[in-house]
């Protein structure tokens, strides 16, 4: 569903969704939360991240992104809170189990993904590693900030590359059980949030391509950054999923 870039002022006046997204820069926890806006088709208003506006920071609190505000209602930052929301404002299509089973398989799976120590997590450090070590990844300048803002430990480098990988393995393989049986969402018949973020954390691997997603060149090499190990380690099942659901689910050109 088609959203509007607004001011922060004219955000902060308004009523209604409007949510804080990192801009020129297809951030998966953000590319998420519009995901579930536009499959649930929920009118909302997009204020791009602006690290120096200081009403921007009095109003949501912090200098990140995402960052979800209904009417007057407390902001929300965290994954699942934002999907609770999204769940709350369009009960229908859910995409949220509402058996427990399914529910905690989909909480299980975006943790993997987006949560603190997840896929999303280390894979931002891995590519500050990279940038400061001046090998790739991200630019140095941004690389600094992001693991300052992070908790990046050069001592904890290795780490990184290594739970990125277990986590790619493990995920590919939930895909790839579903697959075999002739089912092509991780719950089966079903779609849900596990799917949307499975499919833009890949942004953080091998971006969509510049017909549909524009960005700078270098936050495009920065993102591709071609670790041969963590490259084998992208099970192509998890590119197939990705192009399936922005084929069947998700909105093109992604609008950054």
Request: net charge negative.
């Amino acid at each position: 569903m088609p959203f509007e870039y607004i001011s922060v002022e004219d955000a902060i006046g308004r009523k209604g969704l409007r949510m804080v997204v990192v801009g020129k820069v297809p951030s998966p926890w953000g590319e998420a939360a519009k995901g579930f806006f536009h499959i649930k088709r929920i009118p909302w208003s997009a204020v791009r991240l602006v690290y120096d506006n200081e009403a921007l920071k009095s109003w949501a609190g912090q200098l990140s992104a995402p960052v979800a505000f209904y009417d007057d209602e407390t902001p929300l930052s965290g994954w699942a809170q934002i999907l609770t929301l999204a769940e709350r404002l369009a009960p229908e299509p859910n995409l949220l189990p509402l058996a427990p089973d399914g529910r905690a398989r989909v909480i299980a799976i975006g943790d993997k993904f987006c949560g603190e120590r997840g896929l999303g997590w280390n894979r931002r450090l891995q590519l500050v590693h990279a940038g400061l070590q001046k090998a790739g990844g991200f630019p140095e300048r941004i690389a600094g900030y992001l693991g300052q803002k992070y908790g990046y430990d050069p001592a904890a480098a290795d780490s990184y590359g290594r739970r990125v990988r277990e986590l790619l393995g493990e995920l590919a393989s939930e895909l790839r059980e579903e697959r075999q049986a002739g089912r092509p969402y991780y719950l089966g018949d079903t779609l849900t949030a596990a799917d949307v973020y499975s499919a833009t954390f890949m942004a953080l691997f091998k971006p969509l391509p510049e017909a549909v997603c524009a960005m700078h060149p270098a936050t495009r090499a920065g993102l591709e950054w071609p670790d041969e190990a963590t490259t084998a380690a992208l099970d192509p099942i998890l590119i197939e999923h990705r192009d399936m659901m922005y084929a069947r689910h998700l909105e093109l050109p992604l609008a950054l």
